[in-house]
């Protein structure tokens, strides 16, 4: 199994919603990372797990919660969001962190927010 | 900070060659990646470089210079396939966190 699997694959939500994202992967990887990418724009850093731990947070607002269950899953629990949080979130996974371990992407969820 | 210019639009014609360049700060520099993005799909590996010198994988190369801070992808016998956004990214420090460029918008026409 060489692929990072993510649910939904869309999602539309209110601002007074609480959501949660799901990505996969079954390839022993132990790092995990979360990226925001908007449209016509590069992926942007958002969350890095290495090992289930947390291990990067790029200054990202409460409202997006992450959580690495075991070595497998990465979640990120979304509350209270803003319309300019609508983007694709994507999922990427790793051998670990750091040089020399390209990152494979899940095909991401498309969020809007109203 | 941690720059990284590459052009935003290329046009190529179906057969032919294009070579995508990418420049960045040289300080820390650990290894630079280059994805392939189709529009509304995620990024694609492509190739890794750290080390100064040209990585063939079929019809695509990568070079790097370390000391240049430049790299670039040639892409060869161009097909209509290959229209989508080429991501250079670079790690610095080894601390894991990749660093997109803005991508290289490539269109192929027959």
């Known amino acids: 199994d060489t692929e990072v699997t993510q649910t939904p694959k869309h999602l539309v939500m209110g601002m007074t919603n609480k959501k949660s994202l799901k990505c996969e992967q079954h390839?022993?990887?132990?790092?995990m990372y979360w990226y925001k990418q908007k449209a016509k724009k590069p992926p942007e850093l958002m969350f890095v797990?290495?090992?289930?731990?947390?291990?990067i947070n790029e200054s990202v607002p409460s409202r997006f919660s992450p959580e690495c269950p075991n070595s497998s899953l990465l979640n990120l629990h979304l509350h209270a969001l803003q319309p300019e949080d609508s983007a694709l979130y994507l999922c990427?996974?790793?051998?670990?962190?750091?040089?020399?371990?390209?990152?494979?992407f899940g095909p991401g969820t498309r969020l809007t927010v109203l | 900070g941690q720059n990284i210019d590459q052009p935003t639009e290329m046009t190529a014609t179906e057969g032919a060659i294009v070579q995508i360049n990418c420049t960045y700060q040289t300080s820390g520099f650990n290894g630079l990646f280059w994805y392939q993005q189709h529009a509304g799909e995620a990024p694609t590996f492509l190739s890794y470089?750290?080390?100064?010198g040209l990585e063939e994988k079929g019809r695509f190369s990568s070079f790097l210079s370390r000391s240049k801070g430049y790299s670039y992808l040639l892409l060869k016998e161009l097909q209509m396939k290959d229209s989508a956004s080429y991501l250079c990214a670079v790690i610095w420090n080894q601390g894991g966190k990749l660093i997109f460029g803005q991508g290289t918008e490539l269109s192929v026409k027959p």
């Open positions: 797990y290495s090992y289930e731990k947390l291990s």
């Open positions: 390839m022993g990887h132990r790092a």
């Open positions: 470089n750290v080390l100064d």
């Open positions: 990427a996974s790793s051998r670990g962190q750091g040089i020399n371990n390209e990152q494979f």
